[in-house]
């Protein structure tokens, strides 16, 4: 299994694509060729949409990798908007550095170091959007900190919530068993939320989406 769209859709979408920026086409290929799980382009493209809607004044990620999502999200807010962005890997937390110095949105990034858990509790904004994309294991707990912190009309918006087809399969390999389980459990945790208005979108690897009430 390997995502939840069939292979000619992915590639007729692709043909389509309009993206000419460089350095994000690059982290694109780099994250590919080292395995580092950055989110779908289809979502990222949905995610700056959403940016360019709602205009978010601040924006919480939860889950840096290399920042591309950062840089995307950073290209699409207004003038006086920002984004701060969690990552506790050093050796990510270098990459991004260096992305978001290549990217001229250092203005707008402001990298923490550090566990989301231990980080998200005492931040002292709110925030308009928060996007939850770190370990699936910590979603429900970094989902409740999140919240908290979430302003009313906020968005949550959370990546993976289908795993590459897994929470819908019933074979699912042995590598994945725990990760898929934490997800399952997640979603009926999501959907349950009445503090939220919330639904899962099958784009990209699966987008939860959440309006806080
Ligand atoms: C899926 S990647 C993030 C991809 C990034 N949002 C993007 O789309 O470009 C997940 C990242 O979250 C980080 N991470 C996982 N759990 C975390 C936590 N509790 N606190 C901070 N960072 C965390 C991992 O080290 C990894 O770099």
Do not use: C
């Amino acid at each position: 299994m390997n995502g939840i769209l069939h292979k000619s859709q992915i590639k007729y979408l692709k043909s389509l694509r309009k993206e000419k920026n460089e350095l994000i086409l690059k982290m694109e290929e780099y994250a590919e060729k080292n395995n580092v799980p950055i989110l779908d382009w289809k979502s990222a493209e949905f995610l700056e949409s959403l940016v360019q809607a709602f205009r978010p004044q601040n924006v919480l990620e939860i889950g840096t990798a290399i920042a591309y999502s950062s840089i995307r999200i950073a290209r699409s807010l207004g003038k006086n908007d920002s984004i701060d962005t969690i990552e506790k890997s050093n050796d990510n937390i270098v990459l991004a550095l260096k992305n978001i110095e290549e990217s001229s949105f250092g203005d707008k990034i402001n990298v923490i170091k550090g566990d989301a858990l231990d980080i998200i509790p005492n931040l002292e904004n709110n925030y308009d959007l928060i996007f939850l994309d770190a370990d699936k294991e910590d979603y429900e707990k970094l989902f409740d900190y999140s919240l908290k912190k979430l302003n009313r009309d906020g968005v949550i918006f959370i990546d993976n919530l289908l795993w590459k087809g897994y929470a819908a399969s019933d074979d699912v390999p042995d590598k994945y068993r725990n990760s898929t389980e934490a997800i399952r459990n997640f979603n009926n945790y999501f959907l349950e939320n009445e503090q939220l208005f919330s639904t899962i979108l099958p784009i990209g690897d699966g987008i939860g989406f959440g309006v806080k009430q």
